[in-house]
Structure formats: structure tokens, C-alpha cells
């Protein structure tokens, strides 16, 4: 364990943004992260994980910390379900391969999703259908101040749409060292009906999928519409999907006939950010290096040295052009600093 002074974060967040942080340390124990939060330092404290949801605008002159714990095991089994715990940095992807790897069902939707396990829970990660409060079991946390260790169970985490305590109440006082999933062993229960899951598994002609056809299915579907952060910078969807009134969803639906919508309540209508951005004409616009992806407009994309504030002033002026134009306000989803 050791403190480095000035390192770049360039390869410690998916949007690929240059920027410094003033110290810098990696621990891969609960020990060596008492040992941080223990030292004087722990007043001026940048917590990073998978740098997949985060948007880095200017250095951070403070210690950032980067969550690097490993390992994942079965922490009990019956017949229909396992629990398994993964520590918090193990890479999302490579969890969702163990657990296809030993026909654990549950999070095959989930396949694809940049980012680590320990992050996961903070905005709720979801897609096709499924939500990691789906498989959610509890997760083990240190609380800053104190040391001690807390664990939360799903009720304690009040899940919601890309929210959790984690991002209200919680925030910035606690971190994640490991997460525990319920996961069934047998009869898997698959979600094939959300989206082009289902297009893709009959063009394959597949009748009684696996959940390993499932992954493969959303897998082919992300990679036609997302781009890879490995080639692409990028966060992922950038902003949330709104979710209006129904008073306001009236007057919307009569203007803009048009655009999809999901019901969430018989008072409350989520409209695809993605739609309003395209109707705002930014899709696929690209301004120096930030721009908008060509085959998703949630998605902003640094095309190789964007600095973060030139991705956040154009995530601004899209967000200044929406709400002019539908009168609809749309939040990141993903962390400025
Ligand atoms: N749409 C457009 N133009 C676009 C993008 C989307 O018109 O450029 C329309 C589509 O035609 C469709 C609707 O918007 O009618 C929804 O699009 P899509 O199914 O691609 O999903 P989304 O609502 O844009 C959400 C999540 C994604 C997740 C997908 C699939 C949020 C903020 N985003 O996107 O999550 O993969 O559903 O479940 O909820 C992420 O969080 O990083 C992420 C990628």
C-alpha cells in the first residue's frame, strides 16, 4: 500500500478524461482500507471505483482512493438458490461470466454493464428488464467515520430507479466492500421480453433459451447500440430517463404524439431521454472531441481528449435545449465532480 503523489487518472475512469488526482492509493484489503481511514488524511477523501458512472470535470486535490478488493465465493446453496458474495472490485462483467460459468442465474440482463460490484448497488444498475435489486441479497460496507462495519440488507438500501441510500442519505459515508447476491441454481426465471431480447433469440432460433443464450442475446444487443469504453470514452446512458406527471404527460402526449413512454403509475410517466435528445438534434454531433453517440443519444462519448468540462458543457446545453423545447428537465445519471 502506497501513496502516490500527482497520478493521472486517465485509465481509472471509462470517459478516459485526463485529469489528476493529488494522492492517490489502492487498497485490496478491508485492512489496508481501515488503515486509509484511519490516517489524517481520511478528512480529504475521493472514493473511486470502477470509474464507470463518474464524469471528472478538474483534478482532485485530494487522496483518492480506489476500491480494489478481489475475490468471489458461494456462501451457501440449496436446491433452487445460492448466495455468493463478490468483493467490491471485482469487475461487473467478469462476476456476471463466474456466474453464467457456474449456471447461477439472475444477473445474465445485466451482462455488458461497465463498472464494479461494489458500485453497482449505489445507482441500482439495470437493464433489459432486470435491476440489481432483483438479485440484490445485502452488502458489507465500512462506514467512514467510525471504522465499523455495517451490512445492509435490501430493505435498508431503498432501492429505486438508478437510486439507492447510497446516493441520498448514505452518500459519501460509507463504502462498499463486498456485495452478496441471491441467485438461483435451477429453474431460472428469464426476462426475454424487454426490448429486441426476445427479436434476437428467435432470428437465432432459439426455443428454450439458456441463461447463457440470454447473456449472449443482450451482449449482441449493447454492442449494436453501446459503445465499447475501451474504444469510445464513455459513461454509459448520461442522463436518466425522466419521469413525469401525469398532468404533464398530457400535455407532452398531445404535442408530441410521437414519442414512446412507459406507464410507471397511473400518475407518473417515464418518456426515453434517449428520444429527446434525438429530437433536440444533438444525435451523433460531435464538438472537438465531446460528443453524442450516433447509435444512442443518452450516451455522450469522449472521442480521445475531451477534458470533462467540455463533455459537461455540452451534457449542459443538451439539457438546456430539452427543457426548451419540451419543457421536461432531464438529471445525469452519471457523478460530476
Ligand atoms: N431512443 C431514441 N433515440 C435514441 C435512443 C433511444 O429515440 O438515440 C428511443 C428508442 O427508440 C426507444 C426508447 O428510446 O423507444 C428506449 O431506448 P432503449 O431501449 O435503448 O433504452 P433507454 O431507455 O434509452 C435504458 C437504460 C440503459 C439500458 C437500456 C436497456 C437509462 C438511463 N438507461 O436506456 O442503461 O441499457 O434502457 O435496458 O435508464 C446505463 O444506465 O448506462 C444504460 C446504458
Redesign the pocket.
Known amino acids: 500500500m502506497r501513496i502516490e503523489e500527482n497520478r493521472s487518472l486517465k485509465l481509472f475512469n471509462t470517459f478516459g478524461i485526463d485529469c489528476n488526482a493529488r494522492y492517490f492509493i489502492s487498497v485490496n484489503s478491508k485492512e489496508e482500507l481501515r488503515n486509509v481511514l484511519a490516517s489524517e488524511r481520511k478528512n480529504d477523501l475521493f472514493v473511486l471505483g470502477g470509474g464507470s458512472n463518474i464524469l471528472l470535470s478538474r483534478d482532485i486535490n485530494a487522496l483518492v482512493l480506489h476500491v480494489d478488493m478481489k475475490g468471489i465465493q458461494v456462501l451457501s446453496q440449496n436446491n433452487e438458490e445460492v448466495i455468493v458474495e463478490a468483493q467490491a472490485g471485482e469487475n461487473w462483467h467478469e462476476f456476471v461470466h463466474f456466474c453464467l460459468a457456474h449456471d447461477f442465474g439472475g444477473i445474465e440482463n445485466l451482462s455488458l ?1 461497465p463498472g464494479n460490484v461494489g458500485t453497482a448497488p449505489i445507482q441500482n ?5 432486470v435491476e440489481l435489486k432483483d438479485v440484490f441479497e445485502s452488502c458489507t460496507a465500512i462506514e467512514i467515520d467510525t471504522l465499523e462495519e455495517v451490512h445492509f440488507r435490501k430493505e435498508d438500501c431503498r432501492f429505486g ?2 437510486d439507492s441510500i447510497f446516493k441520498q442519505q448514505a452518500k459519501n459515508k460509507f463504502i462498499i466492500t463486498a456485495v452478496q447476491f441471491r441467485l438461483t441454481s435451477k429453474n431460472h426465471k428469464l426476462h426475454t421480453s ?2 429486441d431480447i426476445q427479436r434476437v433469440l428467435d432470428e437465432k432460433g432459439i426455443v428454450n433459451p439458456s441463461i447463457n443464450d440470454v447473456s449472449q442475446a443482450v451482449i449482441a444487443i ?1 454492442s449494436s ?2 459503445p465499447d469504453p475501451k474504444l469510445l470514452g464513455n ?3 448520461f ?3 425522466p419521469i413525469i406527471s401525469d398532468l404533464e404527460f398530457k400535455k407532452f402526449r398531445i404535442q408530441f404524439p410521437e414519442a ?1 413512454y412507459y406507464e410507471v403509475s397511473p400518475t407518473a410517466f417515464k418518456i ?4 429527446l ?2 429530437k433536440a438534434g444533438f ?1 451523433g454531433k460531435r464538438f472537438g472531441d465531446a460528443g453524442v453517440h450516433a ?5 455522450l462519448v469522449n472521442y480521445g481528449n475531451a477534458s470533462g468540462k467540455e463533455i459537461w458543457d455540452l451534457a449542459l446545453r443538451i439539457q438546456k435545449k430539452v427543457r426548451n423545447l419540451f419543457g421536461i428537465t432531464i438529471e445525469p ?1 452519471v457523478n460530476v465532480y
Open positions: 454493464i444498475i439495470g437493464a433489459y428488464g430507479y438508478r424487454y426490448g449493447r447500440k453501446l459513461s454509459g446512458s442522463f436518466k430517463n414512446p426515453p431521454a434517449g428520444w435528445i434525438e444525435k447509435k444512442q443519444a443518452l450516451v445519471e
